[in-house]
């Protein structure tokens, strides 16, 4: 009989996420931060309890000029979507944040709930607002078939 359970003081891997060729939106620059923010993910994942907090931090830092790169980009680009884009960032760093204080509380579980909860968001956001504003920058905003509403935005 086989059983599922782990063995005590048998470490097991931590669980870690392989990018998926979808995310990859052909604009180099946005691509190697997102390569990173997967990685920053991989790392929530990975660590100990004792660097859960200094990991989420580093999320912190990583995403927020992740996404104040593409709020510039998308102000270079008058790109129509903006708000919505930019909200959609908003409300992710405002759970990060929240998370990040129960983390110094000593809750270092819910470290790596964040990091996998991101997963399905960042899929969702890849594909959608962040594939719009790839789309626009390769191509201009002008080009034919380039988005022109709320393309990716629930609101
Ligand atoms: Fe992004
Ligand atoms: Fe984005």
Redesign the pocket.
Known sequence: MTSTATTPGVATAPKQIPWQDEWTLNHSQMDETHHEFIAEINHMLAVPDDEMLAAVDQFIDHTVA??EQ?RVWMENTNFPPKGC?IG??DRVLAIVQQVRQMVAGGDYAIGRRLAEELVPWFNQ??QT??AA?AYVLIEGPDAEGAPKSHDGCAC
Request: no cysteine; net charge negative.
């Open positions: 992740h996404f593409e884009h959609e960032h956001h890849a607002m962040d504003l």
